[in-house]
């Protein structure tokens, strides 16, 4: 029987956080996954000492009255090895889709301080109950990766890109909408990274750089590919047009021709793969200012709307650019969507775009899910 996803979130290094280890970490997780044989993937990548587990349980409520100890190589406590990562065995613990489940992990490591975090806005999808500040409740560590056991194959969705994918908000709006029109048919994960670039690794003097991960065109095989995932909603490009001259050094500002290159690099994976690539455009940033340098200028703005007419001539195209943008100044997010900052959408705007990218997309990709 195949091992589906549950739940999968990207992780990086986020060592100038100095985040420390809680006496108990407690999440829940939302899914749309019905299985009875449970694995879960512990997440030590970014830091060079071990992380220690003490305890890991999985529980149906968040009281963990009825919760299962899950164990690495048959023990109640593992070592995930500096640089690396664990999975924990197996275990019976009945999913049903619509159902949340709730993770309790003890952990720690020699330092006090652990660099390998998640980070996210959204608080549907997975949710840091036991959060006594905003840090604690926006990065958790440990588990990256959920997968249960089910008797027939479930479509998977992954979202891949930069901030506007990782923070969660429009893409867990979205996945809310899929997963109450198909119950246990669909199935989705995170593999956005905030600052990531399409065609560079972060460059930049901000302190969050080590965050930043590889070039997207290079970590697509390792973060997308290798889970293997039936559809693919493809949103990343403004941060190689946000980043030169404001912050990263502006020579490393891309051709229109050498984002085009990055992207169709990946559609064409996608698709001799049989993946169903779905390409959004690249949102207006003008006004977006980062170390008090605003971002815009004219040539940027041109390549970004080569690349967008670009992305428009491929198949399952979709112009979230044009949704979003000020009617009177296409280089401009709407107020209605702009989260104060001109790049970032607002929770309600993101909101908004989930819900028309789900009116748009569940038609295609149930009918994907019947055909398979």
């Not at 051709?255 to 455009?281: D, E, K, M, N």
């Not at 943008?325 to 280089?331: F, L, R, S, V, Y």
Request: proline letters at 6%; charged letters at 15%; hydrophobic letters at 40%.
């Amino acid at each position: 029987m195949p091992q589906t996803i549950v739940w999968k979130h990207l992780f990086s290094n986020f060592h100038n956080l100095a985040f420390r280890p809680v006496p108990q970490q407690i999440t829940c997780y939302q899914h749309n996954v019905s299985g009875e044989e449970i694995r879960v993937e512990l997440n030590n990548r970014y830091d060079d000492v071990p992380l220690e587990i003490k305890s890991l349980q999985i529980a149906a409520t968040p009281d963990l009255r009825d919760a299962v100890t899950l164990t690495f190589a048959g023990q109640k406590q593992g070592l995930v090895p500096a640089e690396r990562t664990l999975w924990s065995d197996t275990v019976h613990f009945p999913l049903k889709a619509g159902r949340p489940f709730y993770l309790a992990l003890i952990a720690t490591n020699t330092k006090g301080q652990i660099n390998s975090l998640a980070s996210t806005l959204d608080h549907y999808l997975v949710n840091v109950i036991s959060a006594t500040s905003l840090l604690e409740r926006n990065y958790f560590y440990g588990v990256d990766n959920i997968q249960v056991t089910t008797k027939q194959a479930i479509q998977t969705l992954t979202f891949f890109g930069d901030s506007l994918i990782n923070q969660g908000l429009f893409t867990s709006a979205l996945a809310q909408r899929l997963y109450q029109k198909a119950p246990g048919q669909i199935t989705t994960f995170n593999a956005g990274i905030s600052g990531n670039r399409l065609l560079r690794a972060g460059d930049s003097r901000s302190p969050w750089n080590d965050s930043f991960g590889l070039a997207g065109k290079e970590r697509f095989m390792c973060d997308v590919l290798c889970s293997r995932p039936d559809v693919v909603l493809f949103m990343e490009g403004v941060n190689d047009l946000f980043h030169p001259g404001a912050g990263a050094p502006e020579h490393e500002l891309p051709t229109a021709a050498a984002l085009i290159g990055g992207i169709s690099q990946l559609y064409h994976v996608c698709q001799r793969r049989g993946i169903c690539f779905i390409p959004l455009t690249i949102t207006p940033f003008k006004g977006a200012q980062n170390f008090d340098v605003l971002s815009w200028t004219p040539a940027k703005e041109k390549i970004r709307q080569a690349v967008n007419r670009y992305i428009m001539t491929l198949p399952n195209a979709f112009d979230l650019a044009e949704q979003v943008a000020m009617t009177t100044d296409p280089t401009i997010l709407a107020p209605a969507y702009d989260c104060g900052d001109h790049l970032h959408f607002s929770p309600s705007g993101a909101t908004k775009i989930g819900q028309f990218l789900a009116e748009r997309l569940a038609g295609s990709l149930l009918a994907q899910n019947q055909e398979g």
